[in-house]
């Protein structure tokens, strides 16, 4: 992907290695870090549930000293910066187009071991989340040794910005209604049909993800768009369900299956019509 030319936006915090205090999770593989991950993989309407989980489980406050940046560190963090400004560059325009209105840029915090939000306190573990009561995107660059060696995705920088682009997404849906919607409609269902309705909205960020790279396909080099399929693939409900428990479990699925998440990406990037989002018509 090429990224290197492009403007770094004046919305992203780089917290990492800069220490402090939070509440962290020992060893990060253990059982906390199974349910943070299961709850939390590019999920952020969750947030609040495992900052909660997090905080009774492991009520330890630890201290992590600051740390120094390696120039590898340093330049993927310039690379999410500028994946990030692509977003508010695309998202604006397509407000523009759609008649949206102006689009309220999200923020997106970088950080390593433990951050503090508005949803409540995550960890590594979590994975990269969207958290609509501040409006920021939180990731731990990190994570995404741990989707390679943990769950079998190839990896690349566009597999990252795959990620970046539906966190953002979220945050569409939020400035949208759509995520209030969904969770006012799944207050009057079970949890097997409200966790359908989680499904729809996380494919629909897959879509809206889709959507951005058909924005900025001049952008991509030969195996970008397969990165990102490989990652869809590899975080889907029924290939995490398998790898962690070794079988699946279709009613518990909150995220949707791989072929489900790579049809929705596929979908955006093909179509580049905004007009073709709505998920909840055709999954339901």
């Known amino acids: ?111 390593s071991g433990s951050v503090e939000t508005a949803c409540g306190n995550a960890t590594s573990a979590s994975g990269p989340f969207y958290c609509p009561g501040d409006k920021k995107v939180y990731m731990d660059l990190d994570f995404f040794e741990e989707l390679k060696s943990r769950f079998g995705a190839k990896g690349g920088d566009f597999a990252i910005a795959y990620v970046i682009a539906h966190e953002v997404g979220h945050h569409v849906q939020t400035l949208l209604g759509t995520s209030a919607q969904v969770r006012q409609k799944q207050q009057e269902l079970s949890e097997e049909e409200g966790n359908k309705f989680s499904v729809c909205l996380e494919l629909q960020a897959d879509f809206y993800a889709g959507l951005w790279a058909h924005y900025i396909k001049d952008r991509l080099y030969m195996g970008d768009y397969e990165e990102a399929i490989d990652a869809a693939h590899a975080v889907g409900d029924d290939a995490i369900q398998s790898k962690m428990q070794g079988h699946v479990q279709p009613e518990k699925f909150t995220h949707g299956t791989s072929e489900q998440r790579k049809k929705w990406f596929r979908r955006g990037f093909e179509s580049g019509d905004f007009k073709k989002h709505n998920t909840f018509a055709e999954e339901l």
């Open 1 to 111: 992907m090429k990224w290197e030319d492009y403007r770094k936006s004046d919305n992203v915090e780089d917290r990492r290695g800069m220490g402090g205090t939070g509440k962290a999770i020992l060893g990060g593989g253990g059982l906390i870090g199974i349910i943070a991950f299961l709850l939390m993989t590019f999920g952020g309407e969750q947030g609040q549930q495992i900052g909660t989980i997090i905080k009774q489980m492991q009520p330890t406050e630890q201290s992590a000293p600051a740390k120094e940046l390696t120039p590898e560190q340093k330049e993927l963090g310039e690379f999410a910066n500028a994946v990030f400004a692509m977003n508010e560059d695309v998202w604006t325009k397509i407000f523009e187009e759609q008649g949206l209105g102006t689009f309220e840029k999200p923020r997106m915090v970088l950080f």
